[in-house]
């Protein structure tokens, strides 16, 4: 149902310790804490024993694209790892924002005022995990992809402080993939700056050194650290 990896699990470890490692390069760098940066692991469309050795080594934060597949894979896991931190970094539908909220510790997709208002909808709910949230911006206005535009974020803003929602603190980019990333992550630091907006969830694996080296607190790795899905 899921994808192996093409690498044994000494070679994922070998991998993950190799991205650790130059994300704090990067971080001492420019003057920054590496422990100011959280690497999430992506484990989308991979099957649980290809990332179960990173779970056995301690780490905590890990992203999936699909509430489905992530309910699927990750409840069986979660009571034996209860440190675990999931972060939804796939589009999300208004009609999965209530399962979303009870599974995940971060949602970095919210796009619309339709998302907002689902999430007010179930904000009281006992069973909610999900303390933070990123405004994901459509940084070029790219017809494939999802994401609010630019010229749409202060009115989605004005709704998120009318209700006073908690959590809701940071902005989420993914450049065009055959565009420069920089400039895209420039423009997105200046903006949540200018809104006050404190986290920023930008960077890939081919280009998480120079997110982090222009302000990200959230990259998003899978493919450096698992190699090409089998």
């Known amino acids: 149902m899921y994808n192996s990896s093409s690498l044994t699990s000494n070679e994922i470890i070998n991998n993950y310790h190799n991205v650790c490692d130059r994300i704090k390069i990067t971080a001492d760098s420019v003057n920054r804490d590496c422990n100011t940066v959280c690497l999430i692991v992506v ?15 301690g780490h ?15 409840l069986p896991l979660l009571d ?12 999300l539908q208004s009609n999965k924002v209530k399962k979303a909220m009870e599974l995940f510790h971060s949602i ?4 619309s005022t ?10 009281t709910n006992p069973n909610n995990l999900c303390k933070e949230y990123f ?3 459509n940084m070029a206005n790219e017809p494939q992809k999802d994401g609010l535009h630019l010229e749409d974020l202060q ?15 940071g902005l989420m980019c993914i450049p065009p993939f055959d565009e420069v990333p920089s400039p895209y992550f420039l423009l997105l630091n200046k903006i949540a700056q200018k809104n006050n907006l404190h986290k920023l969830s930008m960077g890939m694996s081919s280009d998480f050194e ?19 899905r089998s």
């Open 114 to 123: 339709k998302r907002v208002n689902e999430v007010i909808k179930n904000i």
């Open 135 to 137: 405004i994901e911006l």
């Open 210 to 228: 120079k997110a982090i080296q222009l302000g990200a607190t959230h990259v998003r790795v899978g493919s450096e650290i698992f190699g090409a």
């Open 43 to 57: 484990t989308k469309t991979f099957e649980a024993e290809v990332f179960k050795p990173l779970l056995d080594l």
């Open 155 to 169: 009115e989605l803003l004005n709704l998120i402080n009318k209700n006073a929602l908690p959590g809701f603190d």
């Open 80 to 91: 034996q790892y209860t440190d675990t931190q999931l972060h939804l970094i796939g589009h």
């Open 108 to 111: 970095h997709t919210i796009d």
């Open 60 to 74: 905590k934060d890990f992203g999936e694209n699909k509430v489905q597949e992530a309910e699927h894979k990750w």
